[in-house]
């Protein structure tokens, strides 16, 4: 189930004290309507009812959606996260678990899977990409980010990014075509057994350590 509770927010423009609520967890499939909140940032954001002042507010949050079988943690304190505190063995079988360190790669998770991707070839989609960019001396200057799939006038199906720099973003988008060749070619170093019900950092490091 979901766990909000109250905690205090000082606004930074004029100091009120404001009453503010943190959810150290969030069931998307008992809360539909909290899901949308987040991805709009409406659960992360603080608005200050006397100067209007509005601002992020950063907190861990434990992200469950119980019918795609998947648990996503926003974990933004020092150190890694207590798996323990969440033990998979406790859970239903077949799940997939994920450690995020922002806000943006939050969403971005949930954003993947709910297009029904598979994020590790996403991330190894952006680790190609940000390779040719340098190949090209033309590296990004800011972070990629799954952005969603598109589809063309003739019907063809892509793979949509953002890349969020500090003068702005762009977007571009990889053709399905690419994405499924490198699943295929990926296969067997992605068995069940491997990804399955255990945390895992799913990040550029991780689409390093394939190369490696």
């Not at 959810?23 to 603080?46: H, I, M």
């Not at 892509?158 to 969020?164: I, P, T």
């Not at 571009?172 to 060749?181: G, L, R």
């Amino acid at each position: 189930m979901s766990m909000p509770h109250e905690t205090t927010v000082t606004c930074k423009r004029c100091g009120t004290t404001r009453s503010f609520i943190v959810w150290e967890s969030l069931n998307v499939t008992l809360d539909r309507e909290a899901k949308q909140n987040l991805l709009k940032g409406e659960l992360t954001r603080f608005t200050c009812q006397k100067c209007g002042w509005s601002g992020l507010v950063v907190y861990s949050l434990l992200y469950h959606d119980m019918e795609k079988h998947l648990m996503i943690w926003l974990w933004t304190d020092a150190g890694d996260p207590d798996a323990k505190a969440v033990p998979p063995a406790t859970l239903m079988k077949d799940y997939h678990l994920r450690y995020v360190a922002t806000q943006n790669e939050l969403i971005e998770k949930i954003l993947i899977f709910d297009a029904g991707l598979d994020d590790r070839i996403i991330e190894f989609v952006k680790l190609l990409l940000y390779l040719q960019a340098s190949e090209r001396n033309q590296p990004f200057g800011g972070e990629l980010f799954f952005g969603g799939l598109e589809c063309d006038a003739d019907g063809k199906e892509s793979v949509g990014f953002e890349h969020v720099k500090t003068e702005g973003s762009e977007t571009f988008a990889v053709p399905m075509e690419a994405y499924q060749n490198l699943a295929t070619s990926l296969k067997r170093k992605f068995s069940g057994a491997m990804e399955l019900d255990k945390w895992l950092r799913v990040d550029r490091n991780f689409a390093r350590a394939l190369i490696a």
